[in-house]
């Protein structure tokens, strides 16, 4: 059974860091795309940033770039997404899921905040 376990998030000031893990586990295929995604209180849950398993091609929204970097370690079935100078419109529950490649691109995966399997979710709060 396809399982995501988040980790990494927590209460830090504007301007700081956060890496947040994403431990998967359970694959049967290599053939699928990584994607973080938030849910502020109120809103809707939209993609942050999504990467391909397979050839490592990636997505930002547009408040993200520049700011944070996706990346994924195969061996270890786990993706991260490190947050720099953050700010306190970052603030939300962050996800990660899964989709396979064949049904999607890293692009849609992200703008349509799709994904087959989902984590639990990790609080990240930016405030002074």
């Known amino acids: 059974q396809l399982q995501l376990v988040e980790s990494g998030g927590g209460l830090v000031q504007p301007g700081g860091s956060l890496r947040l893990s994403c431990a998967a586990s359970?694959?049967?295929?290599?053939?699928?795309?990584i994607g973080w995604f938030r849910q502020a209180p109120g809103k809707e849950r939209e993609g942050v940033s999504c990467i391909s398993r397979s050839d490592g091609s990636t997505y930002y929204t547009d408040s993200v770039k520049g700011r944070f970097t996706i990346s994924t370690d195969n061996a270890k079935n786990t993706a991260y997404v490190q947050m720099n100078s953050l700010k306190p419109e970052d603030t939300a529950v962050y996800y990660c899921?899964?989709?396979?490649?064949?049904?999607?691109?890293?692009?849609?995966?992200?703008?349509?905040?799709?994904?087959?399997?989902w984590g639990q979710g990790t609080q990240v709060t930016v405030s002074s």
């Open positions: 899921a899964v989709i396979s490649s064949r049904w999607t691109s890293v692009r849609a995966m992200c703008v349509s905040a799709v994904g087959s399997s």
């Open positions: 359970g694959f049967t295929s290599d053939y699928y795309h």
